[in-house]
């Protein structure tokens, strides 16, 4: 019996919601059902080979569905008796089962089952009257021990063999994947520090990064969060906009996800290209009223007449030129792909005013130092920043706009009044143009990126504009915030962009001020907010209105870019299976050092994935083509089995542990045994199952609700 798989699965579920996918369900439900089929057929087809009587092959169970003791579902979708087996698809699909002469996962047919491989009644025993050697010749108990060695291990190796074969069909038609590549960072965190935003790889710990080699962005993510432990994780790289390689260690670090707290990461996106990646705007940004509008696929050749080769230098540019139109050139492919032509076209987009709230935060202590800016060996971790000479208004959610402003009037040397070891001195910097490639994260720091520090997010009220609303409803500097409710307009409510904002409260325990305001500079500027500060011990709350700065501008206009994509394709059929074979040696090693942390420790058990997860990230993969999905069936059949041979009871494994222990001492193990050990697997797998499944239903869940 196969219970449901066990996988690290990914949490996007953005591409089954939509229509488009319904074919891309129908693949994986196939998909599914194959694995399962292939895993049964090994058991069967070996068992048949032994001369072992096979009553049912069924992929799921045929388990009667009843709510207080009425059926409600047949056992069955389909059911058909050919010869001496019974074929069938069962209702509940979370697995597969062969039913032999004499063999049951259940513990509680196992005795009935040794009875009826003796052809007994089931009341002989008790009298005594037969031999216990005297068994049905095609009872699987009849059979020796390699021979039952040979049927329990088959399912696994025809999963093993068909895992091959997928991947080899995936390598051998192509298949687009996302590279392993550094795009955006989190602010603060390990790979902001070393500053590897749009660095250029060449090697991943021990794995190199190249087109000729399928070697995935998530793959990335996973060999730094199994290697984590045993120290820091080696880079060859080239950092954006040097000429020269360099090899580069960092040490990921925990907490840098809210929803999964205890994963080492390095705080990494991957990587886009200067490509339009929709043609929806976000509402209320400039280039929804671009001219002409923008396509998806338009590739951006130049802002203001400067080239652009790289995200980067995308970013860069719209940063320095952040306070004015700008214009782009961007080559537009048109028709189908035997009669496509390209043009270029220029584009003009509007500036992007900041949303004012009418108030600041705090500055907070410096976290982290980003190598090679300008406070790298200025400023020092724990410095806490009083101000900025001459910008005294100026806080930390806006010190970056400033920047783009202060750059544009000619720059120039900035004096920070700070206070280190207790003493009160100054520092002076001068700011840089920032490439705008870190994120805000959930680590509770914000990236000053002109100057490169991560100060710590404060919670309390800085700078408050003294004519604004807040300023009259007598909240001070020193307030504390303690909620943040969004309370979007009926259009905004109806906009893709905002699903599930309207009247979402934001306690300021679960995330960070300056995660809020990011998202105030993605919502149209009109947008109300409910706020909540505490004074003392008095909580006010106050409905402001976000409204459209004159002084400070956004850096991007609203529109979203493509992920880089490479594609891997086996020049022959020798090369793919080559491949498929090193994937399922990589995928097994993947499986099998989760389960190690898991047991170890050092990963949580919320990190698993059950039938839910494993559906949405099959679903996911189709989306994106045969492939991937093929690639993805690898994994899990890789998956299969490694955790279907683990020694547990119930399990393939804790079968060949029952035949290991009778090839080793000549025996068997006793009925009483056996039947005590297996409900205790069984119980550890339904128990195991049911936490999944509740894992499941509250990621889903949230993206519904």
């Known amino acids: 019996m196969d219970f449901s798989l066990i996988v690290l699965a990914a949490d996007d579920v953005s591409y089954w919601l939509q229509l488009s996918t319904w074919w891309a369900i129908a693949q994986v439900v196939l998909g599914l059902g194959f694995v399962i089929f292939v895993h049964e057929l090994g058991h069967f087809l070996v068992a048949k080979a032994c001369g072992v009587k096979c009553e049912k092959f069924y992929v799921g169970f045929d388990v009667p569905i009843k709510i207080f003791g009425r059926q409600i579902l047949p056992a069955a979708l389909f059911r058909k008796q050919i010869g001496e087996t019974e074929y069938g698809i069962g209702m509940v699909p979370f697995g597969g089962y062969v039913k ?114 399928y070697f995935t962005w998530g793959d990335m993510a996973q060999e730094i969060i199994f290697s984590a432990d045993e120290g820091p994780v080696e880079f060859d790289l080239k950092r954006d906009g040097a000429d020269e390689a360099t090899t580069v260690a960092v040490t990921a670090r925990k907490g840098m996800r809210r929803d999964m707290p205890d994963l080492p990461l390095l705080g990494l996106g991957p990587q886009m290209i200067a490509e339009v990646g929709s043609d929806d705007a976000i509402p209320g940004n400039p280039a929804m009223n671009a001219s002409p509008p923008l396509k998806k696929g338009d590739v951006i050749l130049e802002i203001n007449g400067t080239k652009i080769d790289r995200v980067a230098m995308l970013r860069q540019q719209m940063y320095v030129n952040a306070s004015e139109p700008v214009e782009l050139l961007v080559e537009r492919t048109t028709g189908e792909k035997e009669s496509e032509t390209k043009d270029q076209i220029k584009v003009s987009i509007d500036h992007n005013p900041a949303r004012e709230i009418g108030f600041g935060i705090e500055w907070g202590t ?156 993605k919502l149209p500027a009109g947008t109300e907010f409910a706020i909540d500060f505490k004074s003392g011990e008095t ?51 993947r499986v099998w050092r989760f389960l190690k942390k898991l047991v170890t420790g050092k990963l949580s058990v919320t990190n698993m994935g059950g039938p839910g997860m494993i559906a949405v990230a099959a679903t996911s993969e189709a989306s994106q083509g045969t492939s991937r999905l093929l690639l993805f069936l690898t994994l899990l059949s890789a998956n299969l089995a490694i955790v279907n041979f683990l020694p547990i009871p119930v399990l393939d494994g804790g079968h060949m542990m029952f035949l290991a222990y009778e090839g080793l001492f000549r025996r068997p193990v006793t009925e009483k045994v056996e039947i005590l050990l297996t409900y205790g697997g069984l119980f550890f797998i339904l128990g195991l199952m049911i936490f999944v499944t509740v894992m499941d239903v509250g990621r889903i869940s949230k993206f519904f609700f």
């Open 100 to 213: 032999m002469l004499g063999q049951d996962d259940n513990p509680g047919n196992i005795e009935r089952e040794i009875q009826r491989s003796r052809g007994d009644d089931g009341q002989a025993e008790s009298a005594g009257y037969v031999d216990r050697n005297e068994l049905d010749p095609r009872s699987y108990r009849a059979k020796t021990v390699p021979q039952r060695m040979a049927i329990i291990s088959a399912g696994v190796i025809f999963n093993l063999i068909f895992a091959i074969l997928f991947a080899a069909l995936a390598f051998k038609f192509g298949v687009d994947y996302d590279p392993a590549s550094i795009g955006s960072v989190v602010g603060g965190g390990p790979a902001w520090e070393q500053n590897l935003a749009g660095s250029e790889l060449t090697r991943v710990g021990d794995e190199p990064v190249k087109k000729d080699r």
């Open 539 to 589: 909580i006010k709350s106050v409905t402001i209105k976000s409204t459209k700065s004159d002084r400070h501008y956004l850096a991007m206009r609203g529109f979203s870019l493509t992920g880089l994509q490479w594609h891997y394709q086996s020049p022959t059929w020798s090369d793919a299976f080559s491949n498929g074979a090193k994937q399922v040696r990589n995928d097994a090693s």
């Open 366 to 521: 410096v976290a982290a130092i980003q190598t090679g800016s300008p406070a790298d060996g200025v400023f020092e971790k724990g410095d806490e920043i009083l101000s900025v000479v001459g910008l005294e208004d100026i806080g930390p959610l806006t010190f970056d706009f400033e920047m783009s402003r202060h750059l544009a009037e000619g720059g120039g040397e900035l004096e920070f009044l700070i206070k280190r070891a207790g003493q009160e001195t100054s520092v002076k910097v001068t700011p840089v143009p920032s490439k705008s490639m870190s994120s805000v994260g959930s680590i509770g720091v914000l990236a000053i990126d002109s100057i490169g520090i991560a100060v710590k997010v404060s919670d309390r009220v800085g700078n408050i504009d003294p004519t604004s609303k807040l300023a009259q409803s007598g909240i001070k500097s020193g307030d504390q915030i303690v909620k943040v409710t969004y309370l979007l307009s009926e259009a905004d409510q109806k906009e893709k962009w905002f699903e599930k904002m309207h009247e979402k409260e934001v306690e300021l325990e679960d995330t960070s001020f300056a995660e809020i305001f990011e998202m105030v500079q």
